[in-house]
């Protein structure tokens, strides 16, 4: 699994990525970034399956409709740390595909999520791409 991870506190980036190298032992492959032009600007450069990113207030939400705009056939999961439902049905509505609290994360939780997420996107993708074979 090829996972982008975007999050500017580099304290939560080291951990969240060290969780989900040790969950999987290390078969992930993680590239990190700490805002949109990195972002940008690895995507330019390599393919993802998934990007995980950090949707924290003030900019959070911003990030979110910038990769919708940019690429909105990637599946997004974003991470929170003390929002609200109301703030998650928002990011939600919005183009994130699931959210998860930064203090419930662990490697194995994510890594599940991360690949349910990425299945339940393909399965919703793959009839509309035979559909455009026929």
Not at 86 to 112: F, H, M, N, P
């Amino acid at each position: 699994m090829r996972v982008l991870l975007v999050d500017d506190n580099s304290d939560d980036l080291r951990r969240v990525r060290e969780a989900l190298l040790q969950a999987s032992r290390s078969r992930c492959q993680i590239a990190t970034a700490a805002d949109l032009a990195a972002v940008f600007a690895l995507l330019h450069r390599c393919e993802y399956d998934i990007i995980l990113i950090d949707l924290a207030p003030p900019s959070g939400l911003a990030r979110l409709r910038a990769l919708q705009r940019g690429i909105p056939s990637m599946p997004l999961v974003g991470m929170t740390h003390g929002g609200s439902e109301r703030d998650e049905v928002q990011w939600l509505r919005e183009g994130a595909d699931d959210c998860i609290e930064k203090s419930e994360i662990t490697g194995r939780l994510l890594l599940r999520l991360l690949g349910k997420t990425i299945e339940r996107r393909r399965r919703v993708h793959e009839p509309a791409l035979l559909e455009d074979d026929e």
